[in-house]
């Protein structure tokens, strides 16, 4: 499945749209590299409780991230309804489990809310904003944020 972003209105920028359990969630377009069914990740040892494990992507090794874990809810159970998101994070490319991508939105600055303060720690963290669109309500997610750069821990 790809996407191609069409010419924008200045100011404004594309968002993707996924579903994480019943609630819905978007990272800026510009991060995703694509989109894929869902395929079985081989663990890894001592990794943390929110990776899966990692599958072969043409060559290369993707970590494959279950962003319900990440994000503080309920561990996913992967079905072959389930997408991965390959998404770049600076020099740093991993696959997000999520259940589905439901649409491509273009927004402006002032569409953009900001996260109640009665928010966790965490989630204000993580949260750029949160989008009311369609008496729909989303959360726009940073992913540099939830993956902070782990590089002093490689070896």
Known sequence: M???VKNLVPGSKELIAFRISDQEF???IMSVREIRGWTQATPLP???????GVINLRGA???????????????AEPTARHVII???MKAKIVGLLVEAVSDILTITDE????????????ERQYA??????DKRMICMIEL????????????
């Open 26 to 28: 978007c990272v800026n």
């Open 2 to 4: 790809s996407y191609a």
């Open 128 to 133: 750029r904003g949160i989008l009311a669109i």
């Open 46 to 52: 001592h990794a943390p409780a929110y990776v899966m």
């Open 86 to 88: 390959v998404a770049q």
């Open 144 to 155: 540099d944020a939830l993956f902070p750069d782990q590089e002093s821990d490689a070896a």
């Open 111 to 122: 569409n953009i809310q900001p996260v109640p303060e009665v928010s966790s720690d965490l």
């Open 61 to 75: 090794v993707l970590p494959i991230i279950d962003l319900s874990a990440r994000l503080g809810m309920k561990d």
